[in-house]
């Protein structure tokens, strides 16, 4: 079996799901609320988590929105304590899991959750919440080592509350759970891993660890994304992705770059994170390459190509053969937009740890490329 | 600057040193004892820590001793005591760490070391201990985020206290410390990190975060050790390093192996703990080679070894280079302890995570070859 402990207590193995019951007694939790979503529940891994649970010990919430709101937040709020809830348990991807932040935030601290908005100063507030346990069921973002909870508000703006103790407390990372995603999601998802892995890599700040962690992410997904790929089953494969998004998640403190400074803004168009930064990845590789020099030459050592070859290509061909849009055009962006979405960039904190500074006029050039 | 927090807050970059300060105040600690050991004073280093707070505001113990006594930690827990203080700053190796670590046990949780035993099940009784904060002057063993405290006791006997409460919460980093270590002792202790790597990538345990920080700690090793041997004042070999013997500090609960379940025993002739280590790795690596292959591939793809290339050969010359000593016997060891020190090693935990089972007649096999 699979334990460590970095930021949080993470259990990494096949079957994994198995030792809910004991961590939820590790934690302490008697009654826990699960929180999904439905895409989750009628994949049927709900019923997988609710089977290693005893009848009635238990609440559930299987209502969360695409884009978490505030609303399902308070929903799910009223069931933690009309339950006596002592813990929630997130199964899914990113939204199931900032849900369950923001129950455990608010049903520990009060307030409303713009309270604790990061640009108001707020999250700074955040002491200890109520235990959460997270669940991945994708291999992709890394949000269950995540700090942030990001919650659309009733008034529909976003809030981002970021605090070290918004970290899951404890991850169950079972690659079972990822066994049946299709290859279309698997390969987007897995791509922004990767993005996490190259862009934090060769990012302007300096964390050791972090640089240790994004390599290693990047070498399983570029060894193992074509054969989980094409074959969904191919358990060996789905642990390693299920690694690289973990390690991905991990990495994220190091500061990100250029392309999820464009793929943010892009992402309110509602076009998929992972595949904008699929189509993105290669352009804004051209446009760091001589400032990352040295880092992209080991990138290139860690995944196993040859001096000769060239990065910018294999980023190219790998898009191709998980068949990604080729460009942002044919993802239904439309040109007018491009300058907005520079201006966006330029301006992000994504931008500022990109290894070159790029300014909004760069920002058009490397979208006008991606078109 | 380079901020990163898994274990522990790190900060890690040249001239860090300055932060105490301000890391003092982050963790509210308003009169530290500064614990450290003759050596690293008499190397001026402890002067380089006091320019860095205001005259009167810390108090200072300098005699730890090589294997820390629960003698000396007493000593600086009257100190401790008698001054008010609040929180424990390591500056050193090991030896200081794992002293200011029982003292802010001790100052927390009252009683005496044996009381927090891990092999009388006393560890289990750690909680939240007086803050420490550990500033590292070697690149090698990794204490800085280790969960142990080893201490000899009024009685002779070790002590081994294990929790992760007993992690310094905060890290100071600075490769400028090191630049002064003479080459010999750079060697060993790199040598050290390495093995830290070598070992908990191939164990037997699942943990994909600690893999991916071993390999980074390898690949670090493997690219400038030569440097720093050859030239002590390579800021960037140094720089490398150092981020290795982090790296190698926090993998370590993955699992050690063969080559510490040997060095662990034979460390108790006052042999050096990396150069022992330095002497084992080649031929543990042949006694686990064929089960462990495709883990060993992967170390050498990212060392950057051809395929055609033995890893093993690699050892051996490095060794060489690092003039090393080339057996056993050339350290000292007499051949009469050889059964006793494999009958240790197949006994410790440390052999439980080897990726071949190994026997009492196999560790003397590997003695034998190593002699």
Redesign the interface.
Same mark, same amino acid.
């Given at each position: 079996?699979? =334990?460590?402990?970095? =930021?949080a207590r +993470?259990q990494?193995?096949f079957g994994a799901l198995a030792l809910l019951p004991s961590e939820l007694t590790h934690l302490g939790i008697k009654r826990p609320l699960v929180v999904t979503d439905p895409g989750v529940k009628s994949a049927g891994l709900l019923d997988r988590l609710m089977d290693t649970l005893a009848k009635g010990s238990f609440s559930t919430y299987a209502d969360t929105p695409p884009n978490p709101t505030e609303q399902a937040a308070l929903q799910a709020l009223s069931i933690y304590t009309d339950d006596d809830c002592d813990g929630v348990v997130a199964l899914g991807g990113g939204s199931p899991i900032d849900l369950a932040k923001a129950v455990a935030l608010l049903a520990t601290h009060g307030g409303n959750l713009k309270d604790y908005n990061v640009q108001t100063g707020g999250s700074e507030k955040i002491g200890k919440i109520a235990p959460v346990i997270a669940i991945p069921t994708t291999a992709g973002a890394g949000a269950e080592v995540g700090r942030a909870c990001v919650m659309t508000l009733e008034d529909g703006r976003k809030c981002d509350a970021v605090n %070290?103790n918004l970290i899951p407390q404890t991850v169950i990372c079972d690659p079972e759970l990822t066994l049946s995603l299709p290859a279309g999601i698997t390969a987007a998802t897995a791509i922004d891993a990767l993005s996490h892995g190259v862009e934090t890599y060769v990012s302007n700040?300096?964390? *050791? *660890? !972090? @640089?240790? %962690?994004a =390599?290693?992410?990047i070498?399983?997904v570029a060894g193992n994304l074509e054969a989980a790929f094409h074959e969904p089953g191919n358990r060996q494969a789905r642990w390693e992705l299920m !690694?690289a998004a973990? @390690?991905g998640g991990?990495v994220l403190?190091?500061g990100l770059g250029g392309v999820h400074a464009l793929s943010s803004p892009l992402g309110e168009l509602k076009l998929h994170h992972g595949t904008l930064n699929a189509v993105l990845m290669p352009h804004v590789y051209e446009f760091n390459r001589d400032v990352a020099a040295e880092k992209y030459q +080991?990138i290139k050592?860690?995944i196993?190509l040859s001096s000769q070859q060239d990065l910018g290509e294999w980023f190219w061909q790998l898009n191709q053969k998980m068949k990604m849009p080729e460009n942002l055009s044919s993802m239904g962006v439309s040109k007018d937009v491009l300058p907005e979405m520079a201006e966006k960039a330029a301006r992000t904190h994504l931008s500022m740890t990109n290894p070159r500074p790029a300014s909004v006029e760069e920002y058009i050039s490397i979208l006008e490329q991606a078109f």
């Open positions: 079996m699979g =334990l460590s402990n970095y =930021l +993470i990494f193995d %070290l700040q300096e964390n *050791p *660890p !972090a @640089e240790g %962690l =390599l290693d992410c070498r399983r !690694a973990l @390690e991990m403190q190091k +080991i050592q860690v196993g």
